[in-house]
């Protein structure tokens, strides 16, 4: 059991930086794949990216490719989710997510959430 909570979020503008933290308490930290999903109004959770249980192995979304990075810290029990280049549809509730073993794209993979962090990007 794993609980998760995020922080980082806020306003910005377009073409403005944001890094995202998710602290997770709870044992065997570096058992657990992490991932970011993010929710805008009226539409479905989405991927994001997510990396691997030793940070090596990394998945995004084409849609945040080459401006998002995932990254954690098994020491700290961090997961960072390093935002670039926003844009206005990026605006969205983010939500950090964990799951034994494997890496997954799937929301409904994940057993264990966080509350979420609002990002808002003005244009």
């Known amino acids: 059991q794993v609980q998760l909570v995020e922080s980082g979020g806020g306003l910005v503008q377009a073409g403005g930086s944001l890094r995202l933290s998710c602290a997770v308490s709870?044992?065997?930290?570096?058992?657990?794949?992490m991932g970011w999903f993010r929710q805008a109004p009226g539409k479905e959770r989405e991927f994001v990216a997510a990396?691997?249980?030793?940070?090596?192995?990394?998945y995004y979304a084409d849609s945040v490719k080459g401006r998002f990075t995932i990254a954690r810290d098994n020491v700290k029990k961090m997961v960072y989710l390093q935002m670039n280049s926003l844009k206005p549809e990026d605006t969205a509730v983010y939500y950090c997510?964990?799951?034994?073993?494997?890496?997954?794209?799937?929301?409904?993979?994940?057993?264990?959430w966080g509350q979420g962090t609002q990002v808002t990007v003005s244009s």
């Open positions: 997510a964990a799951r034994i073993i494997a890496k997954s794209s799937l929301d409904y993979e994940y057993p264990y």
């Open positions: 709870g044992r065997a930290f570096s058992n657990y794949a």
């Open positions: 990396v691997s249980r030793s940070d090596i192995s990394t």
